[in-house]
DNA sequence: CCTACCGATCGGTAGG
DNA sequence: CCTACCGATCGGTAGG
């Protein structure tokens, strides 16, 4: 038998290629991040995610020290993750919104906000990150900037295509949005925290009161 | 010395009064609590409990079985104490009410359970419930229709009283005031739940616009 | 990079 | 009711 002949491309020993060091470290991360994910900070060994990601203990504790620092990747990485798909807020209309423009536009954002928000890794992320937020707390503000403070930045620049805010009684769009948010997530968010299931055929008819109710066309009927 | 002379009303040993009995389930309780709030599940020791209770392990076991029962007896006895303060919300006025008179009341309630809300006992035990959702999948259900749920309950109740929900756009007193309750707690639970000091003096300022914005009274200017 | 181990700690129980 | 222990598991490391 020869001895450390490539198959696939692959070593069969030695130091790994560059771009295979690279996928391992994914690999890794992406195996870490499910677990973490899965069944928490103190549910997920390192032995596990040695065996799991396929490596050794002592590579692992080369690359992070200790689990801490492995955890606090891991939540890095899922935040960075979550946040991209709200770049797609930004590409909304520049120029100045009518308020009939707008109550669409909310519905739509609003929409997918939420559903962004209940996602099934979303909802784990951001029960780990709770759990452990007393144990890290240096980061829980950076991550909720990252997150909640992000979207309420993207759709507060939003609502200044469409109100004047300086002749509004609100007069601060930050303020704005963050309540816009909170009408549209509020009980969903809390209850897919809690791991219930969410009753998906509500949604459609809370988005809908949710902007009215913002833009003052409801409740009460006129 | 004569043996087992009572001092002080105590036993100096044998089987413990009754009312002696009580007061130490009590304590173990309480102590209990303080440390599943404070350091979660998983963080919390039966050895640790034993000792700062002042009892052995094997008396633990006795009375609850297992970790797992002595932390849902826990549970429940925390979401009884923190849904009394609530029944407060029950003692508002039973008449009709114009919704001049909604505005004042709605500010005083809204107030009144994001305060409740944001207390470090609510927010602890909130954070321990979330963390261990996923393992005692049956009781976050009962939980959140004990807390946010009875919320909701009482302040549809009193919407009720204001509003003639058969002519309104909404048409529903609880999904209004489930979005009243999303306004008035939002970004601040959220931030609560992650270990963020919250910004006390916003809170006033939330709360009216608020309600200004359920009421269709605002933001944007008329 | 793997195996095998370290001390510590855990939930739970036997024995008296 | 207390002490002392059980097996299991943990985070982390030595040794080669």
Redesign the interface.
Known sequence: MAAAVARDGKHAGGRPTREEAARREERLLDVATAMFLDN?Y??TSMDAIAAASGTGKPSLYARYGDKRALFLAVLRHSVDLWARPLSELGQCPQHALR?ADLEPLLERVGRHILECSITPESVALK?????Q??QF?EL??T??DAG?GAI?RHVAALLRLA??FE????ADAE??A??F???V???LS??A????EIDRSAIG??IT??V??????????R
């Open positions: 928490g103190d549910g308020l029960r780990v990150l709770t759990s937020a007393g707390p829980a503000a991550l909720q909640w309420v109100v004047d002749r509004s009684d609100v303020l704005a963050d309540l948010l909170s009408l997530l509020g009980r809390h209850e925290l809690l791991g219930i008819g809370r009161a949710a009215k109710i913002f833009l003052g066309l409801g409740f009460v009927a």
